[in-house]
């Protein structure tokens, strides 16, 4: 599976961003969608995750209620958007993949198989 990531850029706080990872090689209708970010001098933390129905989601506390994940199968890609963001929002932003997560897995790096390249989001106080 490949994962391209795109969306990233500057905005202003209090600003939206819609951020898309389109997966190639095969469907991955049936896999855990996430993404993940890292901002300069930290890991990588998770942000949000969708399961394979697009019914289940889960977010961190932190951008609970401003971000909503989403997916279109049938495009093979998923969003992420991201509203009313804010300074600390700031960091590279990542699109992860596993076709076999369990729940309690759902923040560990090590649980996600394939991984996009990154695209940058920068807002701006």
């Known amino acids: 599976v490949q994962l391209q990531a795109s969306g990233g850029g500057l905005v202003q706080a209090g600003g939206s961003l819609r951020l898309s990872c389109a997966a190639s090689?095969?469907?991955?209708?049936?896999?855990?969608m996430a993404w993940f970010r890292q901002a300069p001098g930290k890991e990588r933390e998770f942000v949000t995750a969708?399961?394979?129905?697009?019914?289940?989601?889960h977010y961190d506390d932190s951008v609970k209620g401003r971000f909503t994940i989403s997916r279109d199968n049938a495009k093979n890609t998923v969003y992420l958007q991201m509203n009313s963001l804010k300074p600390e929002d700031t960091a590279v932003y990542y699109c992860a993949n596993s076709a076999r997560l369990i729940l309690s897995s759902l923040r560990r790096r090590d649980a996600y198989s394939y991984w996009g390249q990154g695209t940058q989001v920068t807002v701006s106080s």
């Open positions: 090689g095969r469907t991955v209708s049936s896999d855990t």
């Open positions: 969708i399961f394979r129905s697009g019914s289940s989601t």
